[in-house]
């Protein structure tokens, strides 16, 4: 996944030469996850005379792609999940002119172009790096075709810690609309929605949040609720490791090579017993110190955990019971891509916050089911979060232009 600018960052500067110069400037909201930047057309339509874009503002990643945009990328500082039930009169032939128009808009609001019947078309004009993500739902894939659902494309197993709430549950599809400016998303959705609502509604939304673009060094591991650095053992955005976890190669549907799959987990956190807590016990919970996340049998972020290490009093460094020895693989190898967003939607009435906890891997069966299964058997951090929302979606491969997301299925 690559970004380019969809419009200038400085006044008198053309816009060719923005597109080859800014990549430097796009700083922490525009790092490739790869590393390298388009340098297409820019596409963004502001009036002459208008002040030129600063560069998160302007920042551009492709729609079109192998795989869907909005995967493989380091993830922006806003999203927006939306799940949608489909009308009982969505029949194929609708399911695929909502496709087709939830993709053609989302590659011109995505290149910052005004979506096709805009009603506020200046909005568009700061995509952020705005991405449009389709998911399907085990309700759609039967409407479509009974015969191309995947077995693991249903609610997931029931888990012992689970205290699901169905408005945070299901759904036939999904979309995620992430940037790094909400107000691009919210005219995004909005568009969207639009395209959506003569054949499907609205079965619930979920809004996260991570550090705001340029807050934190390019590319550093962001923070939860609970104060962690949250994402350190993930597999890196253009890895061999990434694309091992990630992506589906087996024909096993054929619609779904080069997709994935998404787990969506609504995790409510404690943060008030949490706050009761002191700090050793807090790292111990986890297994990670709270101030560099290094583990706690290493110096750095990034050392490798050693769960035979033991401490000065001859005891375990790593708790056997702690998150990170009962999540880590027995190899250490990444199994799952972990996106976490935080929410926060405390109104009086008690503290209502937790983690939005995406998963993306090439089979939830295989992948996330053990793991979630291991940490409802055991594991300290399980006394301060419930999850309380669980959905399952297939996230079909990309599309060229002229194609939409969704054809290799409809
Ligand atoms: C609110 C709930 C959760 C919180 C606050 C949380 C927090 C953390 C933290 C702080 C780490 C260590 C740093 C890192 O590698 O990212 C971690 C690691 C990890 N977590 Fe979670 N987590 C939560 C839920 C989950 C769930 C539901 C799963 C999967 C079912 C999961 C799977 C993992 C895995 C696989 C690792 C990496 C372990 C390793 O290989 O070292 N976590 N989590």
Avoid at 58 to 86: K, M, N, R, W
Wanted: proline share 7%; glycine share 12%.
């Amino acid at each position: 996944m690559t970004t380019s600018s969809a419009s200038g960052t400085e006044p008198g500067v053309s816009r060719r030469r923005l597109l080859l110069s800014g990549a430097a400037g796009l700083g922490a909201a525009g790092l490739g996850a790869a590393g390298g930047f388009a340098l297409g057309a820019a596409t963004a339509t502001a009036g002459s005379g208008s002040p030129a874009l600063p560069a998160v503002g302007a920042a551009v990643v492709p729609f079109h792609g192998t795989h869907q945009a909005g995967i493989e990328l380091h993830p922006q500082a806003h999203t927006s999940y939306l799940a949608f039930d489909l009308a009982p009169s969505a029949d194929r032939d609708g399911i695929r002119r909502m496709l087709r128009l939830i993709s053609s808009d989302a590659e011109r609001l995505t290149a910052g172009q005004p979506a096709l019947a805009d009603t506020e078309p200046e909005l568009a004009l700061t995509p952020a790096r705005l991405t449009v993500t389709v998911g399907f739902g085990p309700g759609l894939v039967d409407r479509v075709d009974p015969g191309a659902r995947p077995a693991w494309l249903a609610p997931l197993p029931a888990f012992s810690v689970d205290r699901l709430e169905p408005r945070w549950s299901g759904g036939d599809l999904l979309l995620e609309v992430a940037a790094d400016d909400p107000m691009s998303i919210a005219h995004a959705s909005r568009m969207l929605v639009k395209d959506i609502r003569r054949f499907a509604s609205i079965r619930w939304r979920q809004d996260g949040f991570r550090n705001a673009s340029g807050t934190t060094p390019a590319g550093a591991t962001q923070r939860n609720l609970f104060g962690q650095l949250d994402g350190t053992a993930n597999p890196a955005p253009g890895s061999e490791a990434f694309a091992r976890v990630v992506w589906r190669t087996r024909a096993d549907p054929a619609w779904l090579v080069g997709g994935t799959s998404f787990v969506l987990r609504r995790i409510a956190m404690n943060l008030d017993t949490w706050d009761e807590l002191d700090r050793g016990s807090r790292e111990q919970a986890v297994g990670r110190r709270l101030d560099t996340g290094a583990p706690l049998s290493g110096d750095r972020e990034f050392d490798v955990p050693d769960l035979e290490a033991r401490n000065a009093l001859g005891l375990p460094a790593i708790s056997a019971v702690s998150h990170l020895a009962r999540a880590r693989s027995a190899d250490g190898a990444p199994q799952i891509m972990r996106r976490g967003y935080n929410y926060d939607l405390t109104a009086g009435g008690g503290t209502d916050a937790g983690l939005l906890f995406g998963s993306m891997q090439a089979d939830p069966l295989a992948q996330f089911v053990p793991i979630q299964q291991r940490l409802a058997e055991v594991d300290l951090l399980n006394l301060w979060t419930t999850p309380i929302g669980s959905a399952v979606f297939a996230i079909p491969p990309g599309c060229g232009p002229g194609g939409y997301v969704g054809e290799t299925l409809v």
